[in-house]
Protein backbone atom coordinates (compact mmCIF):
# COMPACT_ATOMS: atom_id res chain seq x y z
CA UNK A 1 0.00 0.00 0.00
CA UNK A 2 1.49 3.53 -0.76
CA UNK A 3 1.83 5.67 2.33
CA UNK A 4 2.61 9.75 2.83
CA UNK A 5 6.84 10.11 3.34
CA UNK A 6 8.05 11.13 7.19
CA UNK A 7 8.84 14.46 7.60
CA UNK A 8 12.51 14.90 8.37
CA UNK A 9 12.78 18.55 10.44
CA UNK A 10 16.61 19.32 8.69
CA UNK A 11 18.78 22.15 10.96
CA UNK A 12 18.48 25.73 9.22
CA UNK A 13 21.67 26.46 8.59
CA UNK A 14 22.52 30.18 7.48
CA UNK A 15 19.37 31.67 8.23
CA UNK A 16 18.79 35.30 9.81
CA UNK A 17 16.73 34.37 12.45
CA UNK A 18 19.30 31.48 13.44
CA UNK A 19 21.91 34.29 13.90
CA UNK A 20 19.96 37.00 16.02
CA UNK A 21 20.56 36.63 19.71
CA UNK A 22 19.33 38.00 22.59
CA UNK A 23 22.41 39.86 22.87
CA UNK A 24 21.55 41.62 19.78
CA UNK A 25 18.14 42.44 20.56
CA UNK A 26 19.28 44.46 23.50
CA UNK A 27 21.57 46.51 21.38
CA UNK A 28 18.91 46.95 18.83
CA UNK A 29 16.42 48.38 21.38
CA UNK A 30 18.94 50.38 22.69
CA UNK A 31 20.07 52.03 19.87
CA UNK A 32 16.16 52.72 18.80
CA UNK A 33 15.42 54.33 22.61
CA UNK A 34 18.52 56.53 21.84
CA UNK A 35 17.36 57.66 18.16
CA UNK A 36 13.86 58.55 19.98
CA UNK A 37 15.51 60.66 22.47
CA UNK A 38 17.84 62.66 20.13
CA UNK A 39 14.59 63.23 18.12
CA UNK A 40 12.58 64.27 21.08
CA UNK A 41 15.59 66.94 22.33
CA UNK A 42 16.00 68.26 18.49
CA UNK A 43 11.83 68.90 18.87
CA UNK A 44 12.40 70.95 22.32
CA UNK A 45 15.23 72.64 20.65
CA UNK A 46 13.43 74.13 17.71
CA UNK A 47 10.65 74.97 19.75
CA UNK A 48 12.42 76.82 22.40
CA UNK A 49 14.29 78.91 19.99
CA UNK A 50 10.61 79.29 17.97
CA UNK A 51 9.34 80.90 21.23
CA UNK A 52 12.02 83.08 21.84
CA UNK A 53 11.68 84.72 18.57
CA UNK A 54 8.31 85.47 18.98
CA UNK A 55 8.45 87.46 21.89
CA UNK A 56 11.51 89.49 20.40
CA UNK A 57 8.61 90.65 17.79
CA UNK A 58 7.94 94.04 18.03
CA UNK A 59 3.81 93.32 19.21
CA UNK A 60 2.56 96.20 17.93
CA UNK A 61 2.99 95.02 13.94
CA UNK A 62 1.29 91.48 15.17
CA UNK A 63 -2.17 91.21 15.16
CA UNK A 64 -2.71 93.95 12.73
CA UNK A 65 -6.64 92.85 12.68
CA UNK A 66 -7.00 92.88 16.50
CA UNK A 67 -8.29 96.44 17.01
CA UNK A 68 -10.25 97.78 19.97
CA UNK A 69 -13.24 99.05 18.09
CA UNK A 70 -15.44 99.98 21.51
CA UNK A 71 -17.03 102.90 22.26
CA UNK A 72 -14.48 103.43 24.77
CA UNK A 73 -11.85 103.07 22.49
CA UNK A 74 -12.89 105.17 19.51
CA UNK A 75 -13.82 107.99 21.41
CA UNK A 76 -10.47 108.18 22.91
CA UNK A 77 -8.47 107.54 19.53
CA UNK A 78 -10.84 110.75 18.43
CA UNK A 79 -10.50 112.44 21.28
CA UNK A 80 -6.51 112.16 21.06
CA UNK A 81 -6.36 113.13 17.43
CA UNK A 82 -8.37 116.00 18.21
CA UNK A 83 -6.11 117.14 20.87
CA UNK A 84 -2.75 117.27 18.56
CA UNK A 85 -1.39 119.31 16.11
CA UNK A 86 0.03 117.15 13.21
CA UNK A 87 1.38 120.22 11.55
CA UNK A 88 4.05 120.30 14.37
CA UNK A 89 5.25 116.55 13.75
CA UNK A 90 8.34 117.93 12.28
CA UNK A 91 9.17 119.17 15.89
CA UNK A 92 8.37 116.36 17.85
CA UNK A 93 11.99 116.53 19.50
CA UNK A 94 12.12 120.01 20.39
CA UNK A 95 8.55 121.03 21.12
CA UNK A 96 6.29 117.99 21.87
CA UNK A 97 3.67 119.72 24.01
CA UNK A 98 2.97 122.14 20.83
CA UNK A 99 2.42 119.00 18.57
CA UNK A 100 0.33 116.56 21.55
CA UNK A 101 -1.84 119.60 22.88
CA UNK A 102 -2.23 122.67 20.25
CA UNK A 103 -4.75 121.27 18.99
CA UNK A 104 -6.92 121.18 22.26
CA UNK A 105 -5.74 124.42 23.18
CA UNK A 106 -7.33 126.00 20.28
CA UNK A 107 -10.77 124.27 20.60
CA UNK A 108 -10.86 124.64 24.45
CA UNK A 109 -10.33 128.28 24.83
CA UNK A 110 -10.59 129.80 28.49
CA UNK A 111 -13.72 131.74 29.46
CA UNK A 112 -13.48 135.20 30.71
CA UNK A 113 -14.67 133.56 33.95
CA UNK A 114 -12.15 131.14 34.93
CA UNK A 115 -8.52 130.99 35.53
CA UNK A 116 -7.91 127.68 33.91
CA UNK A 117 -9.21 124.67 31.76
CA UNK A 118 -7.72 121.62 32.00
CA UNK A 119 -9.22 118.09 30.48
CA UNK A 120 -10.23 116.55 33.97
CA UNK A 121 -12.09 119.75 34.41
CA UNK A 122 -14.00 119.10 31.50
CA UNK A 123 -14.84 115.53 32.28
CA UNK A 124 -16.19 116.98 35.95
CA UNK A 125 -18.14 119.42 33.97
CA UNK A 126 -19.62 116.78 31.88
CA UNK A 127 -20.45 114.59 34.60
CA UNK A 128 -21.70 117.86 36.87
CA UNK A 129 -24.02 118.58 33.34
CA UNK A 130 -25.18 114.55 33.52
CA UNK A 131 -25.90 114.60 36.90
CA UNK A 132 -28.19 117.96 36.36
CA UNK A 133 -29.94 116.42 33.97
CA UNK A 134 -30.72 113.62 35.47
CA UNK A 135 -31.88 115.10 38.59
CA UNK A 136 -34.07 117.49 36.23
CA UNK A 137 -36.33 114.71 34.52
CA UNK A 138 -39.58 114.09 35.82
CA UNK A 139 -40.07 112.00 39.23
CA UNK A 140 -40.75 108.33 37.71
CA UNK A 141 -41.14 107.03 41.52
CA UNK A 142 -43.67 109.30 42.93
CA UNK A 143 -43.73 107.42 46.60
CA UNK A 144 -42.68 110.03 49.07
CA UNK A 145 -40.60 107.27 50.52
CA UNK A 146 -38.49 106.52 47.49
CA UNK A 147 -34.70 107.81 47.19
CA UNK A 148 -35.63 109.56 44.11
CA UNK A 149 -38.60 111.39 45.26
CA UNK A 150 -36.84 112.80 48.01
CA UNK A 151 -33.41 113.56 46.02
CA UNK A 152 -35.22 115.29 43.27
CA UNK A 153 -37.51 116.97 45.50
CA UNK A 154 -34.54 118.46 47.69
CA UNK A 155 -32.54 119.40 44.51
CA UNK A 156 -35.54 121.57 43.08
CA UNK A 157 -35.97 123.13 46.27
CA UNK A 158 -32.41 124.30 46.65
CA UNK A 159 -32.88 125.58 43.41
CA UNK A 160 -36.20 127.71 43.74
CA UNK A 161 -34.62 130.77 45.07
CA UNK A 162 -38.29 132.39 44.56
CA UNK A 163 -39.59 130.14 47.03
CA UNK A 164 -36.70 129.31 49.25
CA UNK A 165 -36.08 133.00 49.74
CA UNK A 166 -39.54 134.14 50.98
CA UNK A 167 -40.20 130.88 53.20
CA UNK A 168 -37.05 131.50 54.93
CA UNK A 169 -38.17 135.32 55.92
CA UNK A 170 -41.29 133.86 57.35
CA UNK A 171 -39.66 131.33 59.08
CA UNK A 172 -37.93 133.81 61.07
CA UNK A 173 -40.58 136.23 61.38
CA UNK A 174 -42.20 133.25 63.11
CA UNK A 175 -39.32 132.33 65.14
CA UNK A 176 -39.05 135.67 66.42
CA UNK A 177 -42.38 136.44 67.04
CA UNK A 178 -43.46 132.97 69.23
CA UNK A 179 -44.21 133.30 72.78
CA UNK A 180 -42.28 130.22 73.37
CA UNK A 181 -39.07 131.14 72.19
CA UNK A 182 -37.87 134.82 71.96
CA UNK A 183 -40.91 136.83 71.89
CA UNK A 184 -39.75 139.16 69.76
CA UNK A 185 -36.23 140.54 69.06
CA UNK A 186 -35.23 142.71 71.67
CA UNK A 187 -32.51 144.64 69.70
CA UNK A 188 -34.45 145.61 66.65
CA UNK A 189 -38.14 145.28 67.82
CA UNK A 190 -39.43 148.88 67.37
CA UNK A 191 -41.14 148.49 63.63
CA UNK A 192 -44.35 149.62 65.05
CA UNK A 193 -46.64 152.36 63.55
CA UNK A 194 -45.60 155.54 65.86
CA UNK A 195 -43.00 153.58 68.43
CA UNK A 196 -40.27 155.84 69.66
CA UNK A 197 -36.87 154.42 68.56
CA UNK A 198 -35.31 155.44 71.72
CA UNK A 199 -37.46 152.88 74.03
CA UNK A 200 -37.51 149.30 73.41
CA UNK A 201 -40.52 147.44 73.72
CA UNK A 202 -39.29 144.19 74.63
CA UNK A 203 -38.07 144.39 78.55
CA UNK A 204 -36.08 141.13 77.71
CA UNK A 205 -32.65 142.21 78.68
CA UNK A 206 -29.67 141.36 75.44
CA UNK A 207 -28.18 138.37 77.85
CA UNK A 208 -31.12 136.33 78.06
CA UNK A 209 -31.85 136.67 74.22
CA UNK A 210 -28.27 135.86 73.48
CA UNK A 211 -29.06 132.66 75.94
CA UNK A 212 -32.06 131.69 73.86
CA UNK A 213 -29.87 132.05 70.54
CA UNK A 214 -27.00 129.96 71.65
CA UNK A 215 -27.72 127.80 74.20
CA UNK A 216 -31.72 126.75 73.02
CA UNK A 217 -31.05 126.91 69.34
CA UNK A 218 -27.21 126.52 68.94
CA UNK A 219 -26.66 128.89 67.03
CA UNK A 220 -23.90 131.37 66.73
CA UNK A 221 -25.24 134.42 66.58
CA UNK A 222 -21.77 137.05 67.46
CA UNK A 223 -19.47 134.51 68.94
CA UNK A 224 -18.79 130.76 68.70
CA UNK A 225 -17.06 128.81 71.27
CA UNK A 226 -14.09 125.88 70.85
CA UNK A 227 -11.58 124.36 72.60
CA UNK A 228 -7.95 124.04 71.06
CA UNK A 229 -4.88 123.00 72.23
CA UNK A 230 -2.18 125.83 73.35
CA UNK A 231 0.01 126.67 70.28
CA UNK A 232 2.87 126.84 72.77
CA UNK A 233 2.02 124.38 75.22
CA UNK A 234 0.46 120.87 73.65
CA UNK A 235 -0.19 119.72 76.64
CA UNK A 236 -2.95 122.53 77.90
CA UNK A 237 -6.26 122.46 76.32
CA UNK A 238 -7.99 126.25 76.69
CA UNK A 239 -11.38 127.38 75.93
CA UNK A 240 -11.59 130.10 72.95
CA UNK A 241 -14.47 132.30 71.91
CA UNK A 242 -14.10 133.43 68.34
CA UNK A 243 -16.14 135.36 65.85
CA UNK A 244 -18.85 134.47 64.48
CA UNK A 245 -22.22 135.21 62.07
CA UNK A 246 -20.69 137.92 61.10
CA UNK A 247 -17.69 135.94 59.34
CA UNK A 248 -14.55 137.49 59.35
CA UNK A 249 -11.30 136.92 61.32
CA UNK A 250 -10.22 138.36 64.89
CA UNK A 251 -7.39 140.95 63.19
CA UNK A 252 -10.66 142.59 60.71
CA UNK A 253 -12.09 143.70 63.78
CA UNK A 254 -9.18 145.04 65.94
CA UNK A 255 -7.27 146.50 63.07
CA UNK A 256 -6.71 149.80 62.53
CA UNK A 257 -6.16 150.08 58.62
CA UNK A 258 -8.55 152.78 56.88
CA UNK A 259 -10.24 149.34 55.37
CA UNK A 260 -10.97 147.42 58.89
CA UNK A 261 -11.61 150.74 60.18
CA UNK A 262 -14.81 151.87 57.53
CA UNK A 263 -16.28 148.02 58.19
CA UNK A 264 -16.29 148.79 61.85
CA UNK A 265 -18.08 151.67 61.29
CA UNK A 266 -20.57 150.18 59.17
CA UNK A 267 -21.18 147.51 61.90
Known amino acids: MWSSPENINLPKIGTFSSRITSKHLYIIAFIFLGLLSFSLLITVIVQARKNNNNTNIDTSYVNNNDLCLTRGCISASTHQLRSINSIASSNLCTDFYTYACDGWVKTHPIQSYDVERTI ?148
Not at 169 to 193: C, E, H, P, V
Not at 196 to 213: D, G, P, V
Not at 217 to 229: K, L, P, S
Request: one cysteine or more; hydrophobic letters at 35%.
Open 120 to 267: LGDIINRRDFELERLLDAPILRTDERSWEYKIKTYYAECLDDYARVPDSGKFMIGLIQAKDTLDGWYLFDNSGADVSQETLLKNQSLYKQMSHIHGDFGVRAVFGIRTRFDENDTSIKRLEFFPAGLTMEVNDYVATDPISTAVSQII
